[in-house]
C-alpha cells in the first residue's frame, strides 16, 4: 500500500502492520491488516484497515472520520457507528481499505454546532437548529452516493472539486441570504 502526502516524491511510509481479527455487524469473524504510518503531515495516529480479497485491483477506500461516541458507545445522537459497521462490512466483500481518521470530526462537528447556535438570534435557535440537523443528517444519504458516482465516472479530483463547489455555493447563497435580510432591515 502507497500513501502519499505531497506527491509520489514525500510517501508516508508504514510503521506498523499487525493482523486483527474483527466481528462484523453480521456477526462474522474476518482477518483484517491494520497499519499505522511515519510521515503524515499532522503526526496523528490515523490507520488504514485492509479487508477483503487482497487481489482487488481497483479497491474501495472508505475513510471514517473518528466518533468515540457513534463508533465504540453506539450513541443515538449520530449514524457513525452504523455507518462504519456497514463500510466494513462492503469493504469485507469487496476488498478494501478503510482510512480511519482520528478527531476530524469531532472537532468539525462541535465548531459547527457551536457556531450555528451562537449566530442565530435567540428566539429563532430552535428552528436554526432543527434545519441544521435535517442538513447535516441528510448530507452522507444523500451525499455520499452522489460523490462515490462522480468519483468512479470522473475520479477523485472531479469529487473534490464538486464537493468545494457545493459548500462554495452554499456559503455564497447564505452570504446573499444575509446580506439582502440586513438591507430590508434598514
Known amino acids: 500500500m502507497h500513501i502519499y502526502i505531497d506527491g509520489p516524491d514525500k510517501p508516508c511510509t508504514v510503521r506498523t502492520r ?3 481479527p474483527l466481528r462484523l455487524s453480521t456477526g462474522l469473524m474476518v482477518d483484517s491488516w491494520v497499519s499505522t504510518f511515519h510521515g ?3 503526526g496523528a495516529e ?3 484497515v485492509e479487508l477483503g480479497p487482497a487481489d482487488t485491483r481497483t479497491p474501495l ?3 471514517h472520520s473518528e466518533c468515540l461516541t457513534g463508533d465504540v458507545f453506539g450513541s443515538a445522537r449520530c449514524d457513525c457507528g452504523p455507518q462504519l459497521d456497514e463500510a466494513l462490512v462492503s469493504l469485507h466483500a469487496a476488498g478494501g481499505v478503510l482510512v480511519h481518521l482520528r478527531l476530524v470530526s469531532t472537532l468539525f462537528n462541535t ?3 457551536t457556531t450555528v447556535q451562537l449566530s442565530a438570534q435567540t428566539d429563532m435557535r430552535g ?3 432543527g434545519l441544521y440537523t435535517l442538513v447535516y443528517s441528510g448530507g ?3 451525499g455520499a452516493p452522489v460523490v462515490g458516482w462522480v468519483i468512479d465516472v470522473w475520479g477523485a479530483r472531479a469529487a473534490m472539486a464538486a464537493c468545494a463547489a457545493v459548500a462554495l455555493t452554499g456559503t ?6 444575509r446580506r439582502r435580510s440586513s438591507a430590508s432591515a434598514t
Do not use: G, Y
Not at 455564497?172 to 441570504?177: F, G, I, R
Open 18 to 20: 499487525v493482523r486483527v
Open 40 to 42: 503524515l503531515r499532522d
Open 46 to 48: 490515523h490507520l488504514a
Open 61 to 63: 477506500v472508505r475513510v
Open 111 to 113: 465548531t459547527a454546532n
Open 127 to 129: 428552528r436554526v437548529m
Open 140 to 142: 452522507t444519504t444523500l
Open 172 to 177: 455564497l447563497t447564505v452570504a446573499w441570504a
